[in-house]
């Protein structure tokens, strides 16, 4: 693979129907865990060029709270570089080595919460007005964290209609929220998308004792029903008979940037157990269509 496509993307150009030019998004993701996935969190940047916006959205699980979260809707998109700057956050990830290491960095203020169900009752689209309102402690949040590659050769996405890859690799640096810093010396997958609606994040990773990775795309269902695909791993029998996501979990509601439809996101970590590799886990899913 090229190194070429560590760059920033652009739109295919020439004519192109309006509808696929305003859901053409880049998707730079990474979620990091301890090696038994007591701890983690995910870093996530969409980058939408023809709306001129990006929309980022960060959260830790495991430390002292349920969930400590902070999105943005409406951030300037950068037109050189990752970097985002906007009232109460600066966040920055930058290659350093094309496929093999990339440095994190983010200093913010979140929310934090022991009912994680308060960070998904308010739509997350671009351009509605910057910070998601959350309930919850206002707590500063921020990340030091370097991901360097120790996996199998990048994964190319072969789902239509986007393109990328996904990473394993190790991930270690500090994660403070408020006044506690974690040392982090873990695992984590960097994943790297584009194209036209495809989904705000990236791949579902978990890693087994003996150092096996599964690494899994997430992908819309096009199968014209209003239900997303939802992770089939091993876990995905936390989400129970009722179909809800287990608490402790990383919840966000998108907007299709076409107005058509809002989608419920839940991320959630797998903590490592007999039969089951730690790591994380998610779902996609359909919350209401809109424009009906």
Do not use: K
């Not at 060029?49 to 998109?77: E, I, K, N, Y």
């Not at 959350?134 to 370097?146: I, K």
């Amino acid at each position: 693979m090229e190194p070429r496509l560590e760059r920033i993307q652009a739109p295919p150009a020439g004519p192109a129907d309006p509808a696929t030019a305003v859901t053409w998004c880049e998707v730079f993701d990474l979620v990091y865990f301890s090696p038994q996935a007591t701890f983690g969190g995910h870093i996530t940047l969409v980058r939408w060029p023809v709306a001129q916006r990006a929309w980022f959205w960060s959260a830790v699980l495991g430390g002292d709270h349920a969930l400590v979260s902070v999105v943005d809707t409406d951030a300037s998109l950068p037109s050189d570089s990752l970097e985002l700057r906007s009232n109460g956050l600066w966040a920055d990830q930058n290659c350093e080595r094309a496929f093999e290491h990339w440095s994190y960095g983010l200093e913010a203020f979140a929310v934090a919460t022991d009912a994680p169900d308060q960070a998904a009752r308010h739509d997350a689209e671009p351009g509605a007005g910057g910070h998601v309102e959350l309930w919850g402690e206002r707590v500063p949040l921020g990340h030091d964290l370097e991901w360097e590659v120790d996996g199998p050769t990048v994964t190319e996405v072969a789902s239509s209609p986007g393109a990328g890859y996904s990473q394993p690799g190790i991930v270690h640096g500090e994660v403070v929220v408020g006044t506690t810093t974690y040392e982090l010396d873990g695992f984590g997958v960097r994943s790297h998308r584009w194209g036209p609606r495809i989904p705000p994040v990236g791949a579902v990773a978990r890693r087994g004792e003996a150092g096996e990775w599964r690494v899994e795309e997430l992908g819309f269902d096009e199968s014209g029903t209003d239900e997303l695909r939802i992770d089939d791993g091993p876990d995905s029998s936390q989400l129970g008979a009722s179909g809800t996501a287990p608490t402790t979990r990383s919840p966000v509601r998108w907007a299709d940037p076409a107005g058509q439809a809002l989608y419920a996101i839940d991320r959630w970590l797998q903590a490592g157990r007999p039969g089951t590799a730690p790591g994380w886990s998610q779902r996609i899913r359909r919350a209401e269509r809109r424009g009906r």
